[in-house]
Nanobody
Framework: QVQLVESGGGLVQPGGSLRLQCTPSGGILNDYAIGWFRQAPGKEREGVSCRNTNDGSTYYKDSVKGRFTISTDAAENTAYLNMNNLRPGDTAVYYC???????????????????WGPGTQVTVSS
């Protein structure tokens, strides 16, 4: 059972950037699809970006397209979420998780993912 740990969150002004990192214990990330999710206070956890390491298929939530980039480093066994031009609406606890490695395509629903870490807080505020 893969267990993940997120890092890299913090307080940033609107328009700023952060790079989140996801590292596993007891597993190899490339054996799975990788997902980044977030949960804001009073809201449900939602998929932000997911990537199928098999064919490279990638999903982005509409509101983050063009601003966020998901990537994986097989050599480092680490996944990243680069976040640029951050907005106050991006404020949330961010989680990474592993999901089904499909032959083609990618799914990005919370129910399909597991190995949740404790999350890392991202706060966008002036």
């Amino acid at each position: 059972q893969v267990q993940l740990v997120e890092s890299g969150g913090g307080l940033v002004q609107p328009g700023g950037s952060l790079r989140l990192q996801c590292t596993p214990s007891g597993g190899i990330l490339n054996d799975y699809a990788i997902g980044w999710f977030r949960q804001a206070p009073g809201k449900e956890r939602e998929g932000v970006s997911c990537r199928n390491t098999n064919d490279g298929s990638t999903y982005y939530k509409d509101s983050v397209k063009g601003r966020f980039t998901i990537s994986t480093d097989a050599a480092e066994n680490t996944a990243y979420l680069n976040m640029n031009n951050l907005r106050p609406g991006d404020t949330a606890v961010y989680y990474c998780a592993v999901g089904p490695k499909l032959r083609l395509g990618v799914v990005c629903s919370v129910s399909e993912y597991s190995g949740w870490g404790p999350g890392t807080q991202v706060t966008v505020s002036s």
